[in-house]
């Protein structure tokens, strides 16, 4: 089992920044479509940004022009900057890995999951 770590959720201002990271050590961040979900309260896991492993990335409407996905391969480490943050956007954020090289941004997609890292905008 592939073992994702997220790490970099904190509390924030809106209009704030934070960069969230997810490492791995048995995953291939770079050989596979890796992606960022997130879930509020009461509502159901929605794709954040994903990145094929042609580097090709893809966004939700909701966070396009303020998320950039993107990786490093030497560290194995696949990472989520998010600028201009909205009260909206509070949630747990989750890492996931797929088998596939590209694929939709759904969670049906991604058998690998970390444990998630919360972030929250307040106002």
């Known amino acids: 089992q592939a073992q994702l770590v997220e790490s970099g959720g904190d509390s924030v201002q809106s209009g704030g920044s934070l960069r969230l990271a997810c490492t791995t050590s048995v995953y291939s961040v770079s050989q596979y479509f890796m992606g960022w979900f997130r879930q509020a309260p009461g509502k159901d896991r929605e794709g954040v940004a994903g990145?094929?492993?042609?580097?090709?990335?893809n966004y939700a409407d909701s966070v396009k022009g303020r998320f950039t996905i993107s990786r490093d391969i030497a560290k194995n480490t696949l990472f989520l900057q998010m600028n201009s943050l909205k009260p909206e956007d509070t949630a747990m954020y989750y890492c996931a890995g797929s088998s596939f090289k590209t694929a939709p941004l759904k969670a049906c997609v991604f058998g690998h999951w970390g444990q998630g890292t919360q972030v929250t905008v307040s106002s």
């Open positions: 990145i094929a492993n042609d580097g090709t990335s």
